[in-house]
């Protein structure tokens, strides 16, 4: 037996007992489940939503995240008014015991797949939604590909499939990607890009009733947080959704891809979407943010590079991180640590204490999440990620950290980002190197090293910025798992030549605080 064919018998749920006939013919209700609270996971008839508090008590979650999703599942419940069943539990699995009536969308994450599974061989369990490409046509796909499975090549086959910025086998403009054009640095001496700020959605009664049970949940130490409860600035409901990507479309779309990768102290959000929550709430259909901003491309109203930017981001990476997530296997996350990462994530981290933290990028990133439980991508894998992959921190642990602490977390959404592009530990399954960088790439993409107490061009002494002498003491600790990848040798033949290496390596490891 083959390790590919192991992995798909350990991924495979158990055998389920026969279905009663009787249970064939009568009427379904629709279990809903976390990530299908909007209208493509609804097709009409009777629904059951369970209020499970066991989402929120499983480990330290970030107080926004915890408002936004059950907003959302309280939101629905109201939507969908006498159809719905609202349960109140400690768990799914107790609101389901005994059910023979019940039907349900694949959930999204092997946890709720197995409680269903296990909970009757009666439920009927429907196709996965709220991904452009389907798990059977991604397996189809990665049948037929020896080796890596290189997301490049998965986005360009989802482009042809779908004909999505296609002029016939072509692609519009003559590349699939225009990720080179979308790396600017924030305009120099601004303050914000001076966008107009988002279209926040509007809280109502429901969002009050929210903050009363968690405060309640709270009090009782049913649940812990971290993090504050920021005025809500997500999308719960799908007229909330189509709401702020109109809006992002008509404000944000042509400065986004420019300054996608961009970061400024004083402009949390710069031009990104803030769409991500509302997708994987399942309020927004992926193909309906796509659609709307092809449309916008179309009437010559957003460029091309920020277009396929989005699009990129969309059709691209978040479903080929949802495939990898079922593809890699449920060990991906616990067993892989190419690096040997040891350290456990501080104390002043997991609580997002940004008063422990000098050099002022990584303070500006854990202060946002603190404030508002997300930050975009580049600070999430060239600030937070950077940062843990020069210390060491454990990938596993990391994982969870960044599942509970980010609004857009989920169990899917986070092994291939964290312990394959951010920590590469799975040794190059997902990248094919580290994305360790020194203060010089923050410096050109950041107004932060201005007023930071370090300096980015220095790696020892008191001012020595603990990013670029962070990044020469991991590739000393980490050459042996790295000297064999091409991509790897350069920065490694420049590490070894350093006058001052072992100074730095003294230096680092005896910094005790960030």
């Not at 914000?192 to 009664?205: F, H, K, N, R, Y």
């Not at 509302?278 to 957003?302: I, S, T």
């Amino acid at each position: 037996m083959t390790p590919d064919s192991e992995r798909r018998d350990a991924e495979r749920p158990a055998e389920r007992p026969a279905e009663r006939p009787a249970d064939r013919d009568r009427p379904r209700t629709r279990l809903l489940l976390p990530g299908q609270w909007g209208p493509a996971f609804d097709d009409g008839g009777s629904v059951l939503i369970v209020e499970a508090t066991d989402f929120f008590t499983e480990r330290p979650m970030h107080r926004a995240k915890a408002h936004l999703w059950l907003s959302a599942l309280r939101h629905r419940v109201a939507e969908l008014g006498e159809r719905v069943e609202h349960v109140r539990a400690a768990s799914v699995t107790e609101a389901i015991a005994g059910r023979r009536d019940l039907e349900v969308i694949d959930p999204p994450s092997r946890r709720l797949r197995t409680l269903v599974r296990d909970a009757s061989p009666a439920i009927e369990i429907l196709p996965s939604r709220g991904f452009v490409t389907t798990e059977a046509d991604f397996a189809a796909w990665a049948a037929n590909r020896p080796g890596r499975l290189l997301m490049e090549d998965f986005y360009e086959n989802v482009r042809r499939r779908e004909q999505i910025l296609m002029e016939g086998p072509a692609p519009t403009g003559g590349r699939f990607s225009y990720d080179a054009d979308n790396r600017h640095a924030p305009p120099k001496g601004a303050f914000t890009l001076g966008l107009p700020e988002p279209l926040w959605p509007v809280e109502d009664s429901i969002d009050d009733e929210v903050r009363t049970q968690l405060d309640a949940w709270q009090a009782d130490g049913v649940v812990r947080f971290v993090g504050e409860d920021d005025t809500r600035r997500f999308a719960v409901t799908a007229a909330e959704a189509e709401a702020a990507l109109d809006d992002f479309v008509e404000s944000r779309l042509g400065d986004f891809g420019p300054f996608e990768d961009a970061m400024l102290s004083n402009d949390w959000t710069m031009a990104h979407s803030l769409l991500s929550v509302p997708m994987n709430l399942g309020v927004l259909d992926p193909r309906v943010a796509v659609d709307r901003v092809l449309a916008a491309h179309a009437r010559g109203d957003a460029p091309l590079a920020s277009v396929e930017g989005f699009v990129r981001q969309v059709i691209g990476w978040r479903d080929y991180v949802w495939h990898l997530y079922w593809h890699l296997g449920e060990s991906y996350t616990g067993t892989n640590n190419a690096l040997d990462a040891t350290v456990e994530l501080p104390a002043w981290w997991q609580t997002l204490d940004s008063g422990e933290v000098e050099a002022e990028c990584l303070s500006v990133a854990l202060d946002t999440v603190r404030r508002h439980g997300w930050t975009h991508h580049i600070q999430r894998l060239m600030i937070l990620g950077n940062w843990s992959l020069q210390r060491g921190y454990r990938p596993a642990e990391l994982t969870d950290w960044f599942t509970d602490v980010f609004v857009d977390g989920t169990e899917w959404v986070m092994p291939a980002n964290i312990v394959g592009m951010s920590q590469h530990a799975d040794g190059g399954v997902v990248a094919t190197k580290p994305y360790a960088s020194g203060g010089r790439y923050i410096d050109s993409m950041s107004d932060h090293c201005g007023s930071c107490a370090y300096s980015p061009t220095v790696r020892v002494g008191p001012d020595a910025c603990p990013f670029t002498a962070g990044y020469w003491a991991f590739l000393h600790r980490a050459e042996p798992a790295l000297r064999d990848n091409a991509r790897m040798r350069n920065p490694l033949r420049q590490m070894r030549g350093l006058a001052d290496l072992d100074a730095v390596i003294d230096q680092e490891a005896r910094r005790a605080m960030p």
